[in-house]
């Protein structure tokens, strides 16, 4: 299936990973670009050095493209940008912020930039100040949200720029890909899925919650703090929307999910961290390589999609 973005990032697959902090490492992010898809290292708030090693580590393992998400409230902002271009990764996504200032020296260095956008607003001021393409994610996602549905967000997006728009948020087999090219979308990008899958280095325990997880599971915590977060439901959560309801200070539900991610993805704790995770979960059922999921999903799609423009 060839596309705008397959065409525009060097991919085999219209299929992005999420660029999921504590979880695209290394080891998922070579084992997505090898399978065809676009492998993504999810910066986070890790250091500079780190994401440089990262980027060194997947060069070892494929010589396909691959992309590092930027997270633009991350303290080392500025070095990770630079380091990204130093190192010519083919493609930078970005989130929580504006990245136009990174812009110029970006595409100096043939990198490819793709935001992620929550709104039409966002969506037409990237494409003014020289992005390549968006994702649109939408509300269903894990991690930080917008308000606004994929379903709803994705046409919106599609008429309002003319760069290639890729789908977010609540995909995560075939029938949801072939919905984002019904939708005008060139590419979708799925986190969840990825979470669970073999290659991927997050503890057992936190695969085995996004396995089992109900379709009414996740809950959408600070959003009286105007930072909403999308994770499964826990005692956390339970605590948190407790406080949150009780009118507590940013300062305390700060407190309570400090290294929340962290607690989960590597120490496995499943009842106290921050267990991110899509409306989709619901749909994730077993652990599949990253070439079982990206070819599973295609293949599905590539049946639906027949005697449209994309078969």
């Excluded at 969840?192 to 919650?209: G, L, M, R, W």
């Excluded at 105007?226 to 948190?240: D, F, I, M």
């Excluded at 059922?285 to 994309?310: D, M, N, R, T, W």
Aim: proline share 3%.
């Amino acid at each position: 299936m060839k596309t705008e973005i397959t065409e525009l990032l060097g991919i085999q697959y219209p299929i992005i990973q999420g660029g999921m902090a504590w979880v695209g490492t290394w080891e998922l992010a070579s084992a997505v670009s090898e399978a065809g898809g676009l492998g993504i290292i999810g910066s986070g708030g890790a250091p500079a050095e780190w994401v440089k090693d990262q980027i060194q580590q997947v060069k070892k393992h494929t010589d396909k493209p691959f992309g590092v998400n930027l997270m633009l409230m991350n303290p080392d902002a500025d070095k990770i940008a630079q380091i990204i271009a130093e190192e010519h990764v083919e493609v930078v996504t970005t989130g929580a912020g504006n990245p136009e200032k990174y812009m110029k020296m970006w595409k100096e260095a043939g990198v490819k930039v793709v935001p992620v956008v929550a709104s039409v607003a966002l969506a037409r001021r990237m494409e003014r100040s020289g992005a390549d393409a968006v994702i649109a994610e939408g509300t269903e996602s894990g991690g930080h949200i917008g308000e606004t549905t994929t379903m709803v967000l994705v046409p919106q997006v599609v008429d309002a720029v003319s760069i290639p728009v890729i789908a977010a948020g609540g995909i995560a087999d075939g029938r949801g890909f072939a919905a984002a090219m019904m939708l005008g979308a060139k590419a979708v990008q799925m986190g969840t899925i990825f979470v669970a899958s073999k290659e991927s280095i997050v503890h057992e325990a936190y695969k085995q919650k996004v396995i089992k997880a109900k379709d009414i599971d996740t809950k959408v915590t600070g959003r009286s703090t105007g930072h909403p977060v999308r994770t499964l439901r826990n005692q956390q959560t339970k605590e948190y929307l407790r406080l949150e309801a009780a009118g507590a200070s940013l300062e305390e539900l700060e407190k309570l999910t400090l290294g929340g991610l962290r607690k989960a993805v590597v120490d496995g704790d499943v009842m106290h961290g921050s267990v991110m995770a899509g409306q989709i979960a619901g749909l994730v059922k077993e652990e599949l390589s990253c070439k079982e999921i990206i070819e599973k999903v295609y293949g599905e799609a590539q049946e639906l999609l027949k005697g449209s423009q994309y078969e």
